[in-house]
């Protein structure tokens, strides 16, 4: 029972570049939300998806990042001509479909995040 | 919009010691209260929840209990050990498990 899975954990790139990061989630989890978090600080919502769409993005840099979550295969974060300050922690977490009302049964289980460090 | 306040670290205490980390919420409707653990170079780690008022949470040691009078879901353990060392996140959720909101973070050590 596998759990939320993210790849890879470390990227390296230069500036410029592009990266892709990968978050498959758990098993019968169909809400996926991505997180950032910068050296020495909390996190910060990016993004949050079910499968073919964007709930919430208002967390997302208006340029260069994009996200997605496929109806088959893992949720895509990208981010397009990486400067410095993109490097982070990447943290992705999924959770169940929320009920229709009141539940507050609703974990947010994390994967172990990817590392983004640019040259 | 909903909010999460913890107290600013680093707390620093010796093995055995009593800890308490503050963490206070704004919220409309009944939220539930997470209390999440991120040890060095992994990701955030459930370590207990609430979801209703006066409901108490509690796992490896650790307590916290939702008081909606005061808004606070504060963070309790009656004798630290080394190995609990890490960033302690408090978190919330909305009345229908979504919108999750993170404190800031408060990073423990713990010395010998």
């Known amino acids: 029972n596998a759990g939320v899975m993210q790849n890879p954990r470390h990227l390296v790139r230069r500036r410029g570049q592009e990266a892709r990061l990968r978050c498959s989630p758990m098993k019968g989890h169909s809400h996926v939300y991505w997180y950032r978090q910068l050296p020495e600080e909390g996190l910060k919502f990016m993004v949050y998806?079910?499968?073919?769409?964007?709930?919430?993005e208002s967390g997302m840099p208006k340029e260069r990042f994009s996200a997605e979550f496929p109806k088959e295969g893992p949720s895509i974060l990208r981010i397009q001509q990486v400067v410095r300050g993109d490097s982070a922690a990447y943290f992705c977490?999924?959770?169940?479909?929320?009920?229709?009302?009141?539940?507050?049964?609703?974990?947010?289980?994390f994967g172990a995040g990817s590392r983004l460090t640019v040259l | 919009g909903n909010s999460v306040t913890q107290m600013e670290g680093p707390v620093t205490l010796s093995e055995e010691a009593f800890l308490t980390i503050n963490c206070t919420y704004t919220a409309t409707g009944y939220p539930s209260l997470f209390w999440y653990v991120q040890y060095p170079g992994e990701g955030l780690q459930l370590l207990l929840k609430?979801?209703?008022?006066?409901d108490k949470g509690s796992n490896k040691g650790f307590e916290a209990t939702y008081r909606k009078e005061t808004t606070s879901f504060h963070l309790e353990k009656g004798s630290v050990q080394v190995s609990d060392s890490a960033v302690y996140f408090c978190a919330l959720s909305d009345n229908y498990g979504q919108n999750f909101v993170f404190g800031p973070g408060t990073r423990l050590s713990v010395l010998p």
């Open positions: 998806l079910q499968k073919e769409n964007i709930i919430d």
């Open positions: 609430a979801t209703k008022a006066d």
């Open positions: 977490a999924s959770s169940p479909r929320p009920s229709g009302g009141p539940s507050g049964a609703n974990v947010l289980t």
